[in-house]
Nanobody, 127 residues
Framework: QVQLVESGGGLVQAGGSLRLSCAASGGTFSTYVMGWFRQAPGKERQFVASISWSGATTYYADSVKGRFTISRDNAKKTVYLQMDSLKPEDTAVYYC????????????????????WGQGTQVTVSS
């Protein structure tokens, strides 16, 4: 089991940028597939991005493709989400999640595929 703590959320104007961080402790971070999800008020939690434990493979939701970039630093046990060209519809609580996988190239997009979750960080984009 790994403990996850997100940071970097805040209020930004449309068109601006934010970088979210998710620091992990416990477990073996370098073997975990990491994901970012978000949940807007009154809506279900939805997939945003995932990165394999090697960093070789990434996958994005269509709604953020070309604007968001997921990356990781296994030495620092941290995964990042760089968010550019933010839109008001990106407003949500952002969660990072972790799950162990054997393959170096696996990514996971399903919410149920993750075992460990952070508490979330609020991102608000004003128009």
């Amino acid at each position: 089991q790994v403990q996850l703590v997100e940071s970097g959320g805040g209020l930004v104007q449309a068109g601006g940028s934010l970088r979210l961080s998710c620091a992990a402790s416990g477990g073996t971070f370098s073997t975990y597939v990491m994901g970012w999800f978000r949940q807007a008020p009154g809506k279900e939690r939805q997939f945003v991005a995932s990165i394999s434990w090697s960093g070789a493979t990434t996958y994005y939701a269509d709604s953020v493709k070309g604007r968001f970039t997921i990356s990781r630093d296994n030495a620092k046990k941290t995964v990042y989400l760089q968010m550019d060209s933010l839109k008001p519809e990106d407003t949500a609580v952002y969660y990072c999640a972790a799950t162990a996988r054997a393959s170096f190239s696996t990514v996971v997009t399903a919410l149920k595929g993750y075992n460990d979750w952070g508490q979330g960080t609020q991102v608000t984009v004003s128009s």
